[in-house]
């Protein structure tokens, strides 16, 4: 019961043991059945006829290009250790209040307590989501997914691929969301969640997140059974792999998550993140504040790995993250509502003014 | 008049909670049923169904009325005499009710009830044609639902189970106007996703199932459930084999496919030298994959899984659930080796770092307190205290392990596994595993004696220091599974034939508690009173009655064997001679109430019968009648044959009548007045040792 919990506490995905990597959630636009002004059916065609990617590098390029057409901004990591996509300010901020938002990103991922040195071919304390988020959720959301999955080359003809229901929560972030794991063949691949709350407020509308698993997939894809086999890339006629690219990078981090980061500091930096995003939330400066909520959950996770948190402390400091949480959220929505909800205006007024 | 049509009502949404399916397809058919009787609407239950599938809830309501009757309605205004003034006038109250109701004083009429007579109004109702109502009834229908968790989407500010995309409602051939969750009712349907992406038409709503069966959904849960059934056992056959299919498990496949196929793989034999519990775990729990036996019951190392496409290419989806299977098994085997490295004892100080419930302490806390209440309760059954005590100090050691920890069902069958291979007694490793035993209703019970103690303790601990910690089970509000335990504890002791004292094994359990908790010995009688409840229900469920449940426990049998054999012993009394049982009930509640009002000077029935104050025939002859019942019961009772007893003082029935129809007891002769209460006191004696037969009368 206590691996449960230390598995549930911080993100969300993979309850416990699942080997691997798994990534996170979608957006953008479309009535199922009906037309979108968002979606033209060409971009698909073009999608699909193209070359099925080969490397890893060709596979990101692909749902890049893919969610581009769909109408997703197409931004960049978050330069902040997070322990999953959700995390990144493109998801977890733009789904509070009414504004409509796409966006798709890699975005890598710290899970300290996942560590192996290197020596586990399904597991990485680094690793890569591809998060797609969209508001309001396209009707056709669904078919968009699986759209995706024929552009990278996965035929749910051949393949059983199904919606396992997987409702998602996560406690830190004071945030959960209806939806599945999705299996293909009996893998989870992605997590699909539509977002009901976040900080604790209403989503409304509703944010439609998808989170690829991008090693995993990709694993899939090159039939390989180690991560550290996937080809990366094809370089001047040699493949470069994920070994090659990261092996090191699994070594010096798991000894650093589990023997060297030091419990003292991490322990007052945590206080001290804590203090300097209620004094920035004082300053009505949410995006600060949300960067000290991400600094603090990234030292509790070290802390974590570390084992320096004993069962009943641990409670108390996601609480403390959680509440930090919320209160970014309603400053951030105050912030957008003292702003107007700018976005999304413009077309609806237009829209208006030719209705 | 007799209009029939079909009605066909479908949702179609996005994947459902397999978990409850069923259960809202279900509802959806009650609450329409139900709407639809409350309209007055009359259809044939027989031949309607309800279907459900991941991505659709539906009913079809078969002979359905067209039509509602034509009824009439009567609307009470105010009383005549409040309606008119002194002149003949009518008041405000007679004109504001006519103005409700849309006429004109003069048309209301009088109408006479028992407050005297009224103004009113009757008023005749057309019936209205079913195909008006449908779209508020299902609307009505729909909010009744159980959803457990409903959720939003896109921007719409309703709320259901999942995103909502079509809704089909269809009388006859006939699409009926409405819409729900911004969906026009309509006449198309969808097909298997993948395997017909595109509508599909429904001409008729008879249709539906052969309509989708066409598009590769097999819309009827229960011939799916089947279909899965048939091929799972095809397969296995094939492979010489047998399927493992939990009911629970199988269910869930079938919400999780809209057209089942299965398939079978394969994994390295190796893995079978993890106990085969954690691989069959590993397959069910994560991978919803069937495990397959051979004629012993031997794991085999293959499955089966059922796919949701009849796939081009099958071996690519094989393929995949080996690779899938794979790492889940070779992390059970890890958390094996892992773990065996440790002997179950040396995780007993982790024990003191779980909490088992804030008022209750740690895990090593009521292991503790088990250990001790295991050697009382071993001392009254023929139990070695050594193993009790050593499978106490380990009993709850394996849910520190990793094993239970990734999958929390192996509890107890892993404390079994680890301490055979640690050398521990097989007698310990039997009580790890079996007390947990019995886990359901029906399920068996433990057979090894120093199982058989742990589970008492562990069940005795639970119940009274729940009850102590002030968290009794209350309405459908069960979470610690206190009527379980309670169910173990009485099963246990009545059908393994345990000479147990339930009174006194609460006293036991509560004394130690209180260590924790001050004052736990005061739950006692509650504690008890609360087992007993159990145990009636127990009782009712095998068919004795509410009055032969009272009788007994009227006596405050705390030995359930005992309680046991009187109660059965009632049962006979009254099914073997239902006439003297009531007679013989009858006369004892007679008695007891002459005794009642003879209050003092009552004879508590231990002082002898005076022979010489005896005159009557009758009372002479009921007096030889008792001493010879008593002499034949005493060696009887000895033996609590309990049922012969009774035989025995069915005998009493003819002199006891005879004695009331011909004997004054409350004679004017104090001498003779107290000489026949004690006689009478003395009957019921013989009685009351079996049970208040007095109570088995019914009325």
Known sequence: MLSYQHFQALGRFL????PLFISQRAPDHAALFGSNPGHDPAFQKTS????????????????????????????????????????????????????????????????PTDSRYGENPNRLQHYYQYQVVIKPSPLDIQDLYLDSLRAVGIDPLVHDIRFVEDNWESPTLGAWGIGWEVWLNGMEITQFTYFQQAGGLDCKPVTGEITYGLERLAMYLQKVDSVYDLIWTRSNGRDVTYGEVYHQNEVEMSTYNFEHADTDWLFSHFDHCHQQCLHLIDAKLPLPAYEMVLKAS????????????????????????????????????????????PIGKASADSEASHG | MDDRRELLIEIGTEELPPGSLNRLAESLYNAMAQQLTGQGFAFDAEASRHYAAPRRLAVRIAALQAMQADRSETRMGPAVAAAFDAEGQPTQAAMGFARSVGVSVEDLSRIETDKGERLGIERKIAGQPVADLLQSMLHKAVDALPIAKAMRWSDLE????????????????????????????????????????????????????????????????????????????????????????????????????????????????EFLEVPHQALISSMQNHQKFFPLVDGNGALLPRFLATANIQSTNPDAIVKGLERVIRPRLADARFFWMQDLKTPLEALIPRLSTVVYQKALGTLADKADRVSRLGLEIAGHIDCSSEYVERAAALYKCDLLTDMVGEFPELQ?????????????????????RDHYLPKLAGDVLPDDPTAIVLALAERFDTLCGIFAAGMKPS?????????????????????????????????????????????????????VAFIFERLRSYYLALSFTQEQFNAVHALGVSTLTDFDA??????????????????????????????????????????????????????????????????????????????????????????????????????????????????????????????????????
Not at chain 2, 497 to 525: F, K, M, N, Y
């Open chain 2, 158 to 269: 309703e709320t259901f189970v999942r995103p909502v995309h079509w809704v089909v409602v269809l009388l006859d051939d006939q699409v009926i106007p409405g819409s729900f969750l911004g969906q026009p009712f309509g006449q198309q349907t969808r097909g298997h996703r993948f395997h017909h992406p595109d509508p599909v038409q429904i001409d008729h709503a008879s249709e539906y199932p052969a309509c989708l069966q066409a598009a590769s959904v097999m819309v009827d849960a229960t011939l799916r459930r089947q279909r899965i059934v048939d091929q799972a056992t095809a397969c296995a056959a094939s492979h010489q084999a047998e399927a493992v299919m939990e009911p629970a498990l199988l269910d869930e496949v079938t919400a999780l496919v809209e057209w089942p196929v299965v398939v079978s793989g394969s994994f390295d034999e």
């Open chain 2, 566 to 699: 009187r109660i059965r012993a009632c049962q006979a009394f009254v099914n073997q001679d239902q006439p003297t049982a009531q007679s013989l009930a009858a006369a004892n509640k007679r008695i007891g109430n002459i005794l009642r009002k003879a209050a003092d000077d009552a004879p508590t029935g231990s002082e002898a019968v005076d022979a010489s104050l005896l005159t009557e025939p009758a009372e002479l002859a009921l007096q030889a009648a008792l001493e010879a019942a008593t002499e034949a019961t005493r060696p009887l009772l000895e033996q609590a044959a309990y049922q012969m007893v009774l035989a025995e003082l069915s005998t009493l029935r003819e002199p006891i009548d005879a004695f009331f129809d011909q004997v004054m007891v409350m004679d004017e002769d104090p001498a003779l007045r107290a000489n026949r209460l004690t006689l009478l006191a003395r009957i019921k004696q013989q009685f009351d040792a079996i049970a208040d037969i007095a109570m088995l009368v019914t009325e």
């Open chain 1, 15 to 18: 309850t416990y043991n699942q």
């Open chain 1, 48 to 111: 699909m006829t193209q070359q099925k990617p080969e490397t890893f590098q060709q596979f990101i390029q692909v749902l890049n290009d893919y969610w581009s057409n769909q109408g997703c901004v197409l931004i960049q990591p978050l330069d902040l250790e997070v322990g999953a996509g959700t995390f990144h300010p493109a998801t977890f901020l733009r789904a509070i209040g009414p504004e409509p938002w796409s966006a798709a990103y890699v975005q890598p991922c710290r899970r």
């Open chain 1, 298 to 341: 990234h030292s509790f996770n070290l802390l974590d790995a570390r084992k320096a948190i004993s069962v009943t402390e641990r409670q108390r400091y996601i609480l403390r993250v959680r509440e930090m949480s919320k209160s970014v959220a309603q400053a951030y929505y105050d912030r957008r509502e003292a702003l107007g909800f």
């Open chain 2, 475 to 527: 309405g459908n509000r069960d979470p610690f599974g206190l009527r379980r335990a309670a169910n173990g504890i009485l099963r246990m002791a009545v059908e393994l034939s345990l000479p147990l004292d339930i009174a006194q094994c609460t006293r036991d359990a509560l004394t130690l508690i209180s260590e924790q908790i001050e004052g736990a010995v005061e739950q006692q009688d509650t504690v």
């Open chain 2, 412 to 432: 107890g069958v892993m404390g079994y596994h680890y301490a055979r291979e640690h050398g521990e007694a097989d007698a310990v490793a039997v009580a790890i």
